[in-house]
């Protein structure tokens, strides 16, 4: 089991970056798949995108594909989350989850642990 923490959430006006970390304890990181989920206001949560382990590859639904990238950090034992020309329908929780396999899926299902979500806003 892994415990994850995500920060990095704020106020950002439209056209703006945030980059959001998933902090890991209990357990190395870069042995687990990590999936970006997000659920806004009235919506269900989906996955935003995902990386595999140990360096493998990435994946990205197509509204974010080009704007947002995931990125480890194997020392600190995190997980990037970098959004670039943000938009107001990017507003959401966004929650950083982990599971124990070679291969990421953006499944909500398919993930083991989860973190508490940061806010994350985009408005004028």
């Known amino acids: 089991q892994v415990q994850l923490v995500e920060s990095g959430g704020g106020l950002v006006q439209p056209g703006g970056s945030l980059r959001l970390s998933c902090e890991a304890s209990?357990?190395?990181?870069?042995?687990?798949?990590i999936g970006w989920f997000r659920q806004g206001p009235g919506k269900e949560r989906e996955g935003v995108g995902c990386?595999?382990?140990?360096?493998?590859?990435?994946n990205y639904i197509h509204s974010v594909k080009g704007r947002f990238t995931i990125s480890r950090d194997n020392v600190k034992n995190t997980v990037y989350l970098q959004m670039n020309s943000l938009k107001p329908e990017d507003t959401a929780v966004y929650y950083c989850?982990?599971?124990?396999?070679?291969?990421?899926?953006?499944?909500?299902?398919?993930?083991?642990?989860w973190g508490q979500g940061t806010q994350v806003t985009v408005s004028s």
């Open positions: 989850a982990a599971v124990f396999r070679y291969a990421c899926m953006l499944v909500e299902g398919a993930y083991q642990d």
């Open positions: 209990g357990s190395t990181l870069e042995d687990y798949a």
């Open positions: 990386i595999s382990r140990r360096g493998g590859p990435t």
